[in-house]
């Protein structure tokens, strides 16, 4: 059974930083792209950051240079390092991974005070 663990949301002020993780297990075939998306309250959700399997990354431009998507494949797990927070980044952020199949984990919430 695939499995995509967030953790390491929280409470930050603006300016901090904050890790995220996605452990991921049971995927058995090759992740095409790994990727983040955040979902604030009353909006859509919306795409972050994505790694390609050849070790491409893209950027929305809200995050670009203040965010950086990376993945460790020896532990099974994709990161987000999210840098010089702003209030408008405040959003539950869920991991994602494209294998052919789509996969989710379950959020990690992440509120930056102003």
């Known amino acids: 059974q695939v499995q995509l663990v967030e953790s390491g949301g929280g409470l930050v002020q603006a300016g901090g930083s904050l890790r995220l993780s996605c452990a991921t297990s049971?995927?058995?075939?090759?992740?095409?792209?790994s990727a983040w998306y955040r979902q604030a309250p009353g909006k859509q959700r919306e795409w972050v950051a994505a790694?390609?399997?050849?070790?491409?990354?893209n950027y929305a431009d809200s995050v670009k240079g203040r965010f950086t998507i990376s993945r460790d494949n020896a532990k099974n797990t994709v990161y987000l390092q999210m840098n010089s927070l702003k209030p408008e980044d405040t959003a539950v952020y869920y991991c994602?991974?494209?294998?052919?199949?789509?996969?989710w984990g379950q959020g990690t919430q992440v509120t930056v005070s102003s």
């Open positions: 994602n991974v494209i294998t052919g199949v789509s996969y």
């Open positions: 049971g995927i058995r075939f090759g992740i095409k792209t």
């Open positions: 790694l390609t399997s050849d070790g491409n990354t």
